[in-house]
């Protein structure tokens, strides 16, 4: 069957870093996504990988790894609007986005 | 430019009663789809259309009916409502089915 795994919940400090894991387990592969989720409202695209390696786009940086089912979204300097869901979604041979259940990011001061 | 809206903005619905939630775009977008959001669960897709005039089954089609009679407009129909439909819905689209989908701000259905 076709999985996303991703934490529930992580707890991250003002000003710090944060890594988001996301395995995943798809029929085929083509492409990693990202998203994020305030509360309330819909989900907002971050991020796309399709080739293994490290995309950087200001503060936020994915990384993918196609041979280990991997990846991960990296937070810098993290600010209090940064509290929100993080949803990991791949994209299946049929070209369908199979979606992990999000993980809650809290920052506190 | 309004890329995607939706309405209504949030519903409650008897059970066994029927309603048509409504997805436009605004972008061109030949690709559009229907998804619901519950807690503690990834968002899961009930249909999609590819191109204006076609449509197809996602994930969790039961229950839910769409059309595609041109490329702006989407609707999603509950053909006679059930309280497990109560879920947030949310309406997307892409240039293609490769591409990033963007979504719309969501309807918050609640069937009693």
């Known amino acids: 069957g076709q999985n996303i795994d991703q934490p529930t919940e992580m707890t991250a400090t003002e000003g710090a870093i944060v890594q988001i894991n996301c395995t995943y387990q798809?029929?085929?592969?083509?492409?990693l996504f990202w998203y994020q989720q305030h509360a309330g409202e819909a989900p907002t695209f971050l991020s796309y990988n399709v080739l293994d390696g490290l995309e950087e786009k200001g503060r936020f940086s994915s990384f993918l790894s196609r041979s280990k089912g991997y990846s991960y979204l990296l937070l810098k300097e993290l600010q209090m609007k940064d509290s929100a869901s993080y949803l990991c979604a791949a994209m299946d041979s049929n070209y369908q986005l199979i979606w992990g259940a999000g993980t809650k990011l809290i920052i506190k001061p | 430019t309004a890329g995607i809206t939706q309405a209504p903005t949030s519903q409650i619905l008897a059970a066994g009663r029927s309603m048509t939630l409504r997805c436009t775009q605004d972008m061109r977008h030949n690709a559009m789809y229907w998804y619901r959001q519950d807690l503690g669960l990834g968002l899961r897709l009930i249909h999609y259309?590819?191109?204006?005039?076609?449509?197809g089954k996602g994930e969790v089609p039961d229950g839910y009916s769409v059309s595609r009679a041109n490329t702006d407009d989407f609707p999603l129909t509950l053909a006679s409502a059930v309280p497990s439909q109560t879920s947030v819905y949310f309406c997307?689209?892409?240039?293609?089915?490769?591409?990033?989908?963007?979504f719309g701000p969501g309807t918050r259905l609640t069937v009693l």
């Open positions: 798809t029929s085929g592969f083509n492409g």
């Open positions: 997307a689209s892409s240039d293609s089915g490769l591409d990033t989908q963007y």
């Open positions: 259309s590819n191109t204006a005039g076609t449509t």
